[in-house]
C-alpha cells in the first residue's frame, strides 16, 4: 500500500491545504492522521484564515467530500484518530464523517485492509494539561512531577469515576490485541512509546521541587507492546519538537518501525511510505 501519515494539524487551515493537495497529486491508498487534528483556543486565536461555521461538519466534510467528488474510485481510505487536545465532546462529529464515508474513525477498533490490520488508539500518558479526555494512567497511577493526573483534570463528556482511576492504557492495548497475530498490523497511535527518538521534549534542565524532569515523554505501556508484539508498523504524534531535538522521525523496536508525524514548525509534516519498502519511507515539511 501507498500511504501518507501526518499528525497534530490542530486546525491549521494551511496544513489541510496541504495535505488534501498532495492526496489529489499522489492518490496513495491510504492516509493515516494521528489525533490532535482540530482547534484548539490558541489555534483559533492565531489561524488568520479560519474557517465559518463547524470546523468539521462545515469546513472538514466539505473539503474531504470535494476530495472524493474529484477522485472517485482513486478516493485513499483515510484512517482518522483523535490526540490529547482534540475535546472527545467533538467525537459525534468525527463519526458523521465516518458514517458518510469521508474517513474511518478507528480509535479503539481495528479494520482490514489490503491484507493488513489496522488499529487505532488515541490516549497519552497524564499531561501537565487540564484537558483529560485523552489521557489514561499508562501502566500505573503513577504521573510524573509536574503532570496532572487524569482525575484532577477536566473532562468534555462524562466518564465513570472507575474508568478514570483504574484504566490504564496497558490494560487497553491487552484487551485491543489480546491473542492476535499483529506481524501485518499497523498501528496509529497518538502517543509516542517511551524513550524513543520519537518522545524528546524540550525538558532539559527543568525541575520541579528539585527533582529533575524526565525528558522522555512517551507511554511505557506502548513501547512494551511494540517490543513484546512486533506489529509491522506503528505511528506516533504528540511530541511536537522531539524530532528538532532528536534529528530523527524514524525509530526501530526490533522488526518494528517507527515514524513520527509531529512538527512543530508551521509547515505539514507528511511521511510518505509503502507497506512493502518501509526502509524507503520519506519525510517532508510543506
Not at 517511551?194 to 528539585?210: E, F, P, Q, V, W
Amino acid at each position: 500500500m501507498r500511504c501518507l501519515f501526518t499528525s497534530d494539524l490542530h486546525g491549521r487551515i494551511h496544513r489541510y491545504e496541504t495535505l488534501l493537495s498532495r492526496i489529489e497529486e499522489i492518490s496513495p491508498d491510504c492516509v493515516f492522521m494521528g489525533g490532535d487534528l482540530f482547534p484548539s483556543f490558541m489555534t483559533s486565536f492565531e489561524e488568520e484564515n479560519e474557517p465559518d461555521g463547524d470546523f468539521i461538519l462545515d469546513y472538514l466534510r466539505e473539503k474531504f467530500s470535494t476530495l472524493r467528488n474529484t477522485l472517485g474510485s482513486s478516493y485513499p481510505d483515510i484512517f482518522v484518530i483523535m490526540g490529547n487536545d482534540d475535546p472527545r465532546a467533538l467525537e459525534p462529529s468525527v463519526q458523521e464523517l465516518t458514517d458518510q464515508n469521508l474517513w474511518r474513525y478507528i480509535h479503539n477498533r481495528k479494520v482490514e485492509i489490503h491484507n493488513h490490520q489496522i488499529f487505532g488508539y488515541s490516549y497519552v500518558p497524564p499531561t501537565p494539561f487540564l484537558l483529560k479526555d485523552w489521557e489514561r494512567y499508562d501502566v500505573s497511577r503513577f504521573v510524573d512531577p509536574g503532570c496532572i493526573s487524569p482525575k484532577e483534570g477536566h473532562h468534555s463528556t462524562p466518564v465513570s469515576e472507575y474508568e478514570i482511576e483504574f484504566a490504564t492504557i496497558q490494560k487497553d492495548l491487552e484487551a485491543l490485541t489480546e491473542k492476535q497475530d499483529l506481524s501485518k498490523t499497523i498501528f496509529l497511535f497518538h502517543a509516542p512509546p517511551y524513550n524513543s527518538k520519537l518522545d524528546r521534549a524540550a525538558l532539559d534542565g527543568k525541575m520541579i521541587d528539585h527533582v529533575p524532569l524526565d525528558v522522555h515523554v512517551g507511554s511505557i505501556a506502548i513501547a512494551r507492546f511494540i517490543e513484546g508484539c512486533q506489529p509491522l508498523l506503528t505511528l506516533h504524534g504528540h511530541i511536537h519538537e522531539s524530532v528538532r531535538l532528536t534529528n530523527c522521525w524514524h525509530d526501530r523496536s526490533g522488526r518494528t518501525h517507527m515514524f513520527g508525524g509531529a512538527h512543530d514548525g508551521a509547515e505539514l509534516s507528511l511521511v510518505s511510505f509503502d507497506t512493502d519498502d518501509l526502509e524507503s519511507a520519506t519525510r517532508e515539511l510543506i
